[in-house]
């Protein structure tokens, strides 16, 4: 059974670009959330996605936006990077349950690079 | 709004020897709480979480965690580390009805020595 798989796992931009980094959830997960680790701090949480819907979303401009298909997998897109976008993005999918503290599967994450 | 401090940015030790990484919360309601590792170059791995109920939660590898709400802590503590278990560790908090979002303090780098 794979578990939570992104690509690329590394990426190098400019400033202004625009990227692209995708998310594929655990099998029978169908909640993606994706989180924004930055050198040497924790991660911070950008935006969920729960029935190809944006469900929550943390304190990240608009620049930063997602996509979730019918299969589950998610995008997450960030327009005009800055270089303080640079971090390691990672991914975490939930598995349908009736409460609200299922475990969080995360994803070995995309580490960007803007210059 | 809640937050997590985890007191200590690095705790150097030796192997076999016991250990405990320190974590303290902000919130104005109850929260789940959770420990996740992440080892080099890899994301991140639940090694335990506290939902309600007995205080003293066991995880995976032999560590477990107390919670404290009267000092809102939630301390994570291992009776004998080895060098495999040298890695960053990650205090977060969630909001029970908030859809799973964590908030995760900066982090302890454990680095285990022979």
């Known amino acids: 059974d794979a578990g939570v798989t992104q690509s690329p796992t590394h990426l190098i931009k400019t400033r202004g670009q625009q990227v692209t980094l995708r998310c594929s959830p655990k099998?029978?997960?169908?909640?993606v959330s994706w989180y924004q680790q930055a050198l040497g701090q924790g991660p911070q949480f950008i935006f969920q996605?729960?029935?190809?819907?944006?469900?929550q979303r943390g304190n990240f401009p608009d620049r930063f936006s997602g996509h979730q298909f019918p299969n589950y997998s998610s995008e997450l897109n960030v327009n005009a990077l800055l270089l303080g976008d640079s971090a390691l993005y990672l991914c975490?999918?939930?598995?349908?349950?009736?409460?609200?503290?299922?475990?969080?599967?995360f994803g070995p994450g995309t580490r960007l690079l803007v210059l | 709004a809640q937050s997590v401090t985890q007191l200590d940015s690095q705790v150097p030790v030796f192997e076999e020897a016991p250990v405990e990484l320190r974590c303290n919360y902000s919130?104005?309601?109850?929260?789940?709480l959770f420990w996740y590792v992440q080892y080099p170059n890899q994301g991140l791995q639940l090694l335990l979480k506290?939902?309600?109920?007995?205080?003293l939660v066991k995880g995976i590898n032999g560590f477990e965690a107390e919670f404290n709400k009267s000092q809102t802590s939630f301390h994570l503590r291992k009776p004998s580390v080895h060098i495999s278990d040298t890695a960053e560790y990650f205090c977060?908090?969630?909001?029970?009805?908030?859809?799973?979002?964590?908030?995760f303090g900066a982090g302890t780098r454990l680095a285990v020595h022979p």
């Open positions: 975490a999918s939930t598995a349908p349950g009736s409460g609200r503290a299922e475990t969080q599967y």
């Open positions: 099998s029978g997960h169908d909640t």
């Open positions: 996605y729960y029935e190809e819907e944006e469900r």
């Open positions: 919130s104005s309601v109850s929260v789940y």
């Open positions: 506290y939902l309600s109920g007995s205080t």
């Open positions: 977060a908090v969630s909001e029970p009805g908030g859809y799973n979002k964590l908030i």
